[in-house]
């Protein structure tokens, strides 16, 4: 990892730092504003949230540049502009791609704040968000302070907010992970989407354990093809943003991703026995699920209350996550088997009626083939 700075408070910088710190990370920095006056207290790329000492991140979007905020910047106390076009309202530092400049340079602004905890982080079609809670789970079973970063929520001790995004913007994600040292956390789950890592969202982040659970098709109005959308998702097991992993290997993407991942790791699987993690003897209900979890010639019974089957997988991809990061198993199992709903995860509904009810957020085929055989075996209707 390129992470030379352990989490440090953070502390003011001049604009001239933040040039040399884009200069030394290769980036080509054009006619940029050298002064030493301008102290840059925070970074932020949303016009309508920068407050007075921020570097304003303006990026090209979609429907609309950044630097047509820049007034609306300014105005809320921007100090100085990143853009990849100049402006004159506001010092501009321009660079060729700010998107890719931002991660990491918002990581720098505030002192590498995932360097402080250990960070899991959970990408692939299907599971992420389930495997995220029962991470948690089994973390704060282990006697950890936790926080989660999810489609559903970001929340740690003493944060609790709607999450906007799968993963955060750049700028957003570095503050939160100042947020959770501030709070004392020990460990972080987060999911980390296609996008998130197209868009170099993460970038400046050090995951100490990256999990992969699968690939299928979905996102491919984004993505071009399938091979675009695994390139994505295979970025985060590059050795400068991830230390060891845990690889799924239950279809041909996982498969592969196994034999080219160049960081320390392991294979799981919720069917194939030459995993180095896997299960066996699957039984799902009406109630949840048992397996037989396989770990370094063990076998551990795991008795899962959340519902389907497919949760038999993202629990064996969280322990097998924190095998490889060597956490207690038997804390582990503990955890996950107490964890009993999942928000939009097959979650339960009952205000007292006669047959049961359940909420899924299921938006894609693959997720539909393992979800509405198990709904099938549990009605009779």
């Known amino acids: 990892m390129d992470l030379e700075d352990l989490w440090t408070p953070v502390s003011p910088r001049t604009l001239r730092e933040v040039v040399d710190r884009l200069c030394e990370a290769g980036h080509v920095v054009a006619d940029a504003p050298v002064d030493d006056r301008r102290v840059i207290t925070g970074v932020c790329q949303d016009s309508r949230r920068v407050r007075p000492g921020d570097l304003y991140a303006a990026l090209p979007g979609r429907r609309h540049h950044g630097a047509d905020f820049a007034s609306e910047a300014t105005a809320r106390g921007a100090v100085a502009m ?35 905890f250990d960070l899991y982080g959970v990408t692939g079609t299907n599971g992420k968000t389930s495997t995220v809670y029962l991470l948690e789970a089994a973390l704060v079973a282990a006697g950890l302070r936790t926080g989660v970063v999810t489609g ?60 992969f659970t699968n ?13 675009a959308y695994y390139a994505a998702k295979a970025r985060l097991f590059e050795r400068d943003l991830c230390e060891r992993a845990a690889v799924c290997i239950d279809d041909d993407y ?8 160049a960081v320390p790791h392991l294979t799981f699987s919720a069917r194939d026995p030459g995993a180095d993690v896997y299960a066996t003897t699957v039984r799902a209900q009406r109630w949840g699920s048992t397996f037989t979890l396989h770990h370094r010639g063990e076998r551990v019974p795991v008795r899962l ?18 095998s490889v990061r060597g956490i207690d198993l038997g804390a582990a199992v503990a955890g996950i088997e107490a964890l009993d709903a999942i928000p939009g995860r097959l979650e339960r509904v009952d205000v007292g009626q006669p047959f049961l009810a359940l909420v899924d957020y299921v938006h894609n085929t693959a997720g539909q083939h393992r979800l509405f055989p198990y709904l099938r075996s549990v009605t009779p209707g």
């Open 82 to 116: 990143l853009s990849d076009r100049p402006s004159d309202i506001v010092p501009t530092v321009v660079v060729d791609d700010p998107r890719v400049a931002l991660g990491p340079l918002a990581a720098w602004a505030y002192g590498n704040p995932s360097t402080a």
């Open 152 to 211: 559903v929520t970001v929340r740690g001790p003493g944060t609790v907010r709607p999450a906007t995004r799968t993963t955060p913007e750049a700028c957003e994600l570095q503050q939160s992970f100042v947020e959770f040292v501030e709070e004392g956390v020990d460990a972080v789950a987060m999911e980390v989407s296609s996008h998130g890592l197209a868009e170099h969202r993460i970038d400046g982040s050090r995951f100490d354990v990256g999990v």
């Open 215 to 227: 690939l299928a098709r979905d996102h491919l109005d984004y993505h071009p093809d399938m091979e």
């Open 254 to 261: 996982g498969r592969r991703l196994a034999g080219e991942v």
């Open 305 to 322: 209350r959340v519902l389907g089957g497919h949760q038999v997988d993202n629990a064996v991809a969280a322990l097998a996550a924190l």
